[in-house]
């Protein structure tokens, strides 16, 4: 090899490690503008457009070595919060944002007629009977049933309400248990 074709060897090694690095900045850019960047804990947007009513739930958790905070979440006690405790019969939007560190959902039950919010019974698996659900959000920056909302990002899902009592829950393993649980009374 002659000392001139290995310095063009070189150049072009150089320049192919440049490129290569500026392709990856930018697929690391689209990856941060893409809305199912939620995947690296980016936040997402909610839906661009609601009908109905829309009830807006936090689900958040605490770490499990976090020392409890004065009059609130003890360690690992989890939390499903609605901003409204009433709403109309008809379309209500149900917006779930996970504030916490692992995955949660939302899945809207009726309540049977004498049972409390948080009563029901858990199984082996740590999850309660959802057959009777009328709907779910668990899918990250999406409408919908999904793999669950990631930490940072938002479900949402629309559904149609009759009048009665409904509960609200996170039906993933041990969170029903641990308190992802709110009541909704529909007029
Ligand atoms: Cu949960």
Redesign the pocket.
């Known amino acids: 090899m002659t000392a001139v074709s290995g310095r063009v060897l070189l150049w072009s090694a150089v320049a192919t490690v440049l490129l290569t690095a500026g392709s990856l900045v930018t697929v690391g850019l689209l990856t941060a503008t893409d809305p199912s960047s939620a995947r690296l804990g980016q936040p997402c947007a909610g839906p661009t457009s609601t009908s109905g009513t829309v009830v807006n739930a936090t ?1 958040v958790n605490r770490g499990m070595r976090r020392a409890p905070m004065a009059g609130g979440m003890g360690a690992g006690a ?1 939390r499903l919060i609605s901003d409204r405790a009433t709403v109309q019969a008809g379309r209500v939007t149900f917006v779930a944002t996970n504030t916490g560190t692992v995955s ?2 939302l899945v809207i039950l009726p309540l049977p007629r004498g049972e409390l919010a948080g009563s029901r019974q858990i199984g082996d698996d740590g999850t309660v009977n959802e057959s009777a659900s009328v709907g779910e959000a668990s899918s990250s920056c999406a409408e919908g049933s999904g793999e669950g909302i990631l930490p940072g990002a938002i479900g949402w899902v629309t559904v149609t309400l009759r009048p009665g009592r409904y509960e609200i829950i ?1 039906n ?1 393993p041990g ?1 029903y248990e641990a308190g ?1 649980y709110a009541q909704i009374t529909v007029t």
């Open positions: 689900l989890m949660h959902e996170c993933l969170h992802m």
